[in-house]
């Protein structure tokens, strides 16, 4: 009599059993005495159990599920195994219980739980180097499953067919993760029916597997001879359907394993009718006409892809520690190779030609950009699946399949700057109709991924290797005149600085200045600027690189964003390849300017002596320039620098001169800006009296001019400038009316640093409600923007004010 859940369930033990190590039956045995109360077995009782010749009575199955639960343990630290739960081997031992019952304990098997592996099979070997991917190797495993069907909601055992299709670019390891699948299927006893394999070559220069051929080798593996093969590919699909059926009718599932499919159309016929079998699909496409769970796969974490590389190296029992012994330079080498299983291979094959080569020499290689696809490229093929050992091939093998529209495509998306690019722009990029489509179809090929930014706009990236091969095929001459590289590059750099010169006349708005109507307002214009931020610097520096005037208009309209966003080292990067730009053109004005917004950067990001050298060249520039009021500008930013440095005198000197200078021009604007550093500087030196006149001045000239935002910089200064003083009540009043502006006109970290301020002066004046609620405000703005040290600290200042409302 069959007993296919006991069988069943001797192959999971049996399974469980060996990947936890082969604990010894004491072992074993002795989990029961460290229950309470103590639970008894014998050793032979559990020697029956994992050699499959008997099964777990009721009244030992306390004692099974402990020892379950403690082999699934140790197999987790030892191999990733993917736990069952005590229900479902609940649910498997009661049914294998009732069924030895019903056989009256004949032993339906000769030794070896894992005698089903005898089964019809036609696996290639499990791949030796494959570490990580638990939670996908553990999703795979529950959709092959063939258990009850009605277990996991579906409508019954045998009535339904799974098929799982897994897909990913080329080199990432979708081969690996099948076979790998299948075998811990197999040594599970899960397809009695068989575990078959077939390579259809769907992306192969040689064509692809037909049909014929695969159902062909399925028949022969299934015992059918070649002479009672039928003539026709009909006749031969009809009987490979009809053994499955038969299969089927057995309760003896089957595992078809097809690797490497670029169309559905090469299934016709081949995926099973029915359950209980299982079907798994490789390919480097989205296949979403299938009727198919889809289990998407990518470049692997840093960890598991660290890891990787030392099972390679280790490979073959050698006793290679250059990962152990210098694991960071083995995470920058896994970095280099963008996590790619593939070119990790490629790697460790290198290495293992050269065992004393170091990690930070194959780093250092591979660090060059122009020559890493080079680099990864071994002159042998994977022995495991015949397959080149060489990026380049791999990623050849999806392009040779792309239309024309779609490799123009495909290499303009690698010229154009940045990491990712917005549909918006690839069409201005691409600038041919079907843009979107062409990208949806790259995106499906797996040559490029599709995401969504914060504001919901759809963005398109790359993988570093996949990029750096695109732009190899389009900087042939060839191509790139065809493609209308340069053009294309220039044209979508010229849209970034139309749009960011609109976007910041709502952001940094001068009095007086109209701003622009293809943003709705300030909000709308920020969303794009955050969006696009990495695009922006990226696009102005390449241009800058060659003299572009787009270039220069990014860098120059983009730092009053980066400065509300503290990006300093955009700025820094930004100011620096401007002034050499202007320096190179002898533009004396260009290039004192980008120098004062050059210091300003580096002040901010605390390189004060810098700064002050920055801001001396720049004066020095404009006086050249014969510009005075540039001079007098740079002699405030320098003296703003002398106060972040501690230079408190020579802040106070520098600053009073430009404030005299600005008075006398009757440059308002400039007086106030100078008058708050002025005040700032005052009010650390001790003269609070006059930082407070100086402060109130800036903040009465701003207000005027209609400016809100430095007016609310202006109150923030002088409400520090009266708390110090000991003004509590002014002080709330100053910061109170800055934190408003500061809303009003959306800076939000701005809002949030004065609410600490102002709770603050709220805790001196003893108003402790008010404090509280200050710093939670500020905490919350803080932890919305994801600047969540700083929110830290609100929550500790308002931890603070809450003990004293207390007391």
């Not at 993760?177 to 197999?186: F, I």
């Not at 599932?253 to 029915?274: H, K, M, S, T």
């Not at 600038?431 to 995401?451: E, F, K, M, Q, Y």
């Not at 605390?606 to 002699?635: Q, S």
Request: aromatic share 6%; net charge negative; glycine share 8%.
């Amino acid at each position: 009599m069959e007993q296919p859940h006991a069988e069943r369930f001797w192959a999971e033990l049996g399974h469980v059993y060996e990947e936890a190590g082969r604990p010894t039956l004491a072992r074993l045995v002795a989990l029961g005495s460290e229950q309470r109360p103590p639970l008894t077995v014998s050793g032979s009782t559990v020697h029956d159990w994992i050699r499959g010749t008997s099964v777990p009575g009721r009244a030992h199955t306390p004692f099974f599920f402990v020892l379950a639960a403690y082999l699934q343990g140790r197999a987790g630290e030892r191999s990733g195994y993917a736990n069952r739960s005590e229900a479902w081997w609940g649910h498997l031992l009661s049914r294998a219980q009732r069924e030895r019952a019903a056989a009256k304990g004949g032993r339906p098997r000769a030794n070896d739980p894992t005698a089903s592996n005898s089964a019809p099979s036609s696996l290639p070997a499990a791949p030796v180097e494959f570490t990580g991917r638990v939670a996908e190797l553990s999703d795979l495993l529950s959709w092959l499953e063939p258990v009850d069907d009605t277990a996991k909601g579906r409508s019954a055992a045998g009535d339904s067919v799974v098929v799982v299709s897994a897909d990913g670019m080329g080199g990432v390891g979708k081969t690996a993760l099948a076979l790998q699948a299948a075998h811990q299927a197999r040594a599970r006893g899960w397809f009695t029916g068989g575990t078959l394999f077939a390579d259809l070559h769907g992306y192969s220069g040689s064509g692809a597997l037909n049909a014929e051929a695969v159902v062909d080798r399925f028949l022969r593996v299934l015992g059918v001879r070649a002479k009672d093969l039928p003539p026709t590919l009909e006749e031969k699909r009809d009987q490979w359907q009809g053994i499955l059926d038969a299969l089927a009718e057995q309760g003896r599932p089957l595992l078809a394993v097809f690797d490497n499919v670029r169309r559905a159309e090469q299934l016709v016929g081949l995926l099973p009718a029915r359950g209980p079998h299982r079907a798994l699909v490789t390919s480097r496409h989205r296949l979403s006409v299938l009727p198919a769970r889809r289990l998407g796969l990518f470049p692997l974490p840093p960890a598991e892809a660290v890891a990787l590389l030392e099972q390679a190296l280790r490979a073959g029992g050698t006793d290679d520690r250059r990962v152990s012994d210098d694991p960071g330079q083995a995470l920058a080498v896994a970095e280099f190779c963008g996590r790619l299983p593939l070119a990790l291979k490629i790697v460790a094959a290198l290495l293992r030609d050269e065992p004393h080569r170091p990690l930070a020499a194959m780093a250092d290689d591979l660090a060059a950009t122009r020559t890493r696809l080079d680099v990864l490229d071994y002159d042998d093929t994977d022995p495991q699946d015949g397959r080149p050992l060489a990026v380049r091939a791999a990623f050849s093998l999806s392009y040779q399949h792309l239309t024309s529209s779609q490799r123009r495509t495909f290499h303009l998306l690698a010229a154009a700057p940045g990491p990712d690019i917005s549909t918006a722009s690839a069409t201005v990029l691409v600038d041919r109709p079907g843009t979107r489509r062409s990208l949806a179809d790259l995106a499906r090929a797996h040559l490029i991924v599709s995401d969504e930014s914060e504001s919901g706009a759809e963005r398109w990236s790359m993988h570093d290797l996949v990029r750096l091969y695109a732009d190899e095929q389009g900087r042939e001459p060839e191509t790139a005149r065809s493609d209308g590289r340069e053009e294309a590059v220039d044209r979508v750099v010229r849209h970034y600085a139309g749009r960011a010169v609109a976007a910041i006349t709502h952001v940094h708005r001068q009095p007086g200045q109209a701003v622009s109507d293809a943003f709705p307002d300030r909000r709308a214009a920020l969303r794009w600027l955050d969006a696009e931020r990495t695009v922006l610097i990226a696009a102005a520096l390449e241009r800058l690189g060659r003299g572009s005037a787009a270039g220069l208009e990014l860098a120059v309209h983009l730092p009053p964003f980066l400065d509300e966003r503290r990006d300093y080292e955009g700025i820094i990067k930004l100011m620096t390849a401007s002034a050499h730009l202007y320096r190179a053109a002898g533009n004396h004005q260009g290039e004192a300017s980008v120098l004062n917004n050059l210091g300003l950067a580096l002040r901010e990001a605390g390189r004060y002596e810098e700064a002050i050298t920055t801001h001396e060249a720049a004066a020095e520039a404009f006086r050249t320039a014969g510009d005075l009021h540039g001079a007098f500008t740079a002699l405030a930013s320098l003296g703003m620098a002398f106060r972040e440095a501690h230079r408190y005198g020579e802040a106070v000197e520098a600053l009073t001169e430009a404030v005299a200078a600005f008075r006398a021009a009757g440059n308002d604007h400039s007086e106030a800006t100078a008058l708050i550093s002025l005040g700032g500087a005052l009010t650390l030196t001790g003269d609070r009296e006059k930082a407070v006149i100086d402060l109130t001045r800036a903040a009465t000239i701003f207000h005027a001019l209609g400016d809100q935002h430095a007016e609310a910089i202006a109150r923030q200064v002088l409400g520090t400038a009266q708390f110090f003083s000991g003004d509590h009540d002014a002080a709330i009043a100053s910061l109170g009316a800055a934190v408003a502006l500061f809303h009003d006109t959306g800076d939000w970290h701005s809002e949030a640093s004065t609410l600490n301020n102002l709770g603050k002066a709220f805790q001196g004046a003893r108003r402790y409600d008010e404090a509280v609620s200050a710093f939670a405000t500020a905490a919350g703005i803080l932890r919305d923007t994801g600047d969540h040290a700083r929110a830290t600290v609100s929550l500790t200042n308002l931890a603070i004010a809450h003990n004293e409302r207390l007391r």
